[in-house]
């Protein structure tokens, strides 16, 4: 255990519980910490989706890093600071007067102050086939799998950053690459659709909605309409990256109607002493240095709120 | 960390193998969880080794990593829960 930079003498009750560990939670954590309050940090993945990223190009102050090489530099930085860490599934939040509790899987914990820094999880297609084949051909981890789809023929789906860069880990392994997308081009950073678009091994079909996965034991096809027209492709794997959901199903507070907590300019929530940072909200931009950037805002908005707390 | 292996009953004669990937972050959650327990695994990195990877699918039907084998009992991804019950059994 490495020496922390301070002690902070914690009580039963935490000054703030922040629920989720990826760029917003982790940066929430520290900014409370160096203001010497008590926090815990409830969450299922360390890193959150930064974890499952394979590079990370456009977070200031590095040029390249790696999604698992990003986490652990968080991990790190976090383990700087005396703040609790519990690896649980937060499975309710209730206020009871000027308190929050929070039921997880394991264990009851009770703070001034709540940040929900969920993050958010891969969309479903929601196509027949999607569930049946899921980890038989169906996958939502390019950076996970690929390996597994050597020589064979693969489908993606969706045409943004995350199916680009789904793309460029598949470039290897798979011996053709179809990338499905609604949309009547590719869109997402100028810097990967180009790189995309240099592979032999791609065919990118615009304007294409799918319509089922077809397989036996495993993937065997994919079926897609085009200009009304209804066309199957054989294949052996369908990566799906049609974009995020947010994890805000248990909390109550306001979402707007793509289920996002709405949040005012200081991170509140439409629950006094509840804030939310990153993904899990209404911000516009699903960025790991954006998500950062709203940790550290909801931070000081705890904290502004805590100064006032009694 | 509510148990070590060496406390549990034969715990330590257990076979594992991990079939993972290297980026793969759930196959090293999974590791990270077994090397808390004090228990030996081989790690087989089916990006490099093609059989293996064949062999994974073969075994588990699944096109997915990571896939852990204890004893013959197949584990899909991380489930903590599964892992904890096939190692105390």
Do not use: W
């Not at chain 1, 470039?171 to 499905?180: C, G, T, V």
């Not at chain 1, 032999?200 to 027209?229: D, L, R």
């Not at chain 2, 699918?57 to 903590?80: A, L, N, T, Y």
Request: charged letters at 30%.
């Amino acid at each position: 255990m490495k020496e922390k930079k301070q002690k902070i003498q914690c009580e039963k009750i935490f000054d703030s519980i922040i629920i989720g560990a990826g760029p917003a939670g982790i940066t929430a954590g520290i900014y409370l910490a160096r203001r010497n309050l008590c926090v815990l940090i409830i969450y299922e993945t360390l890193g959150g989706q930064t974890a499952l990223t394979a590079d990370i190009e456009n977070y200031m102050g590095f040029r390249f890093i790696s999604g698992e090489d990003f986490t652990k530099k968080l991990d790190d930085h976090l383990e700087e600071y005396d703040v609790t860490l519990a690896e649980e599934k937060v499975e309710n939040l209730k206020k009871n007067k000027k308190l929050f509790t929070i039921e997880t899987s394991k264990n009851i914990y009770k703070g001034k102050t709540v940040i929900i820094a969920s993050g958010a999880r891969h969309k479903k297609l929601g196509v027949p086939g999607e569930e049946k084949f899921l980890t038989k051909g169906v996958a939502y981890c390019a950076t996970c799998d690929a390996p597994l789809f050597r020589n064979k023929e693969v489908a993606i789906i969706g045409g943004g950053n995350s199916a680009l860069e789904s793309a460029i880990q598949l470039e290897s392994y798979a011996k053709k690459i179809f990338i499905l997308t609604i949309n009547k081009d590719l869109e997402g950073e100028d810097i990967l659709i180009e790189k995309v678009r240099s592979f032999k091994n791609i065919e990118i079909i615009p304007n294409a909605i799918t319509k089922e996965i077809k397989g036996e034991k495993f993937v065997t096809g994919i079926v897609y309409e085009k200009n009304k027209k209804i066309n199957e492709i054989p294949l052996q794997g369908v990566f799906i990256e049609i974009g995020y959901e947010p994890n805000s199903g248990i909390f109550d507070v306001k979402k707007n109607n793509q289920k996002e907590i709405v949040i005012d300019n200081k991170n509140q929530t439409s629950e006094k002493g509840i804030f939310a940072a990153g993904d899990v909200t209404e911000v516009p931009v699903k960025q790991i240095i954006v998500a950062a950037g709203e940790g550290a805002k909801a931070a000081i908005s705890a904290a502004d709120y805590l100064s006032r707390f009694h | 960390m509510p148990f070590k292996i060496k406390d549990v009953e034969g715990g330590n004669k257990m076979k594992i193998k991990i079939y993972s990937t290297p980026a793969c972050p759930y196959c090293k959650m999974v590791k990270k969880y077994l090397k808390e327990k004090e228990l030996e695994f081989d790690d087989i990195d089916i990006s490099k080794n093609q059989e293996a990877a064949h062999e994974m699918v073969e075994k588990s039907g699944q096109m997915s990593v990571p896939v852990i084998d204890i004893d013959g009992k197949i584990i899909i991804g991380f489930d903590r829960e599964k892992l904890e019950k096939l190692i105390k059994k």
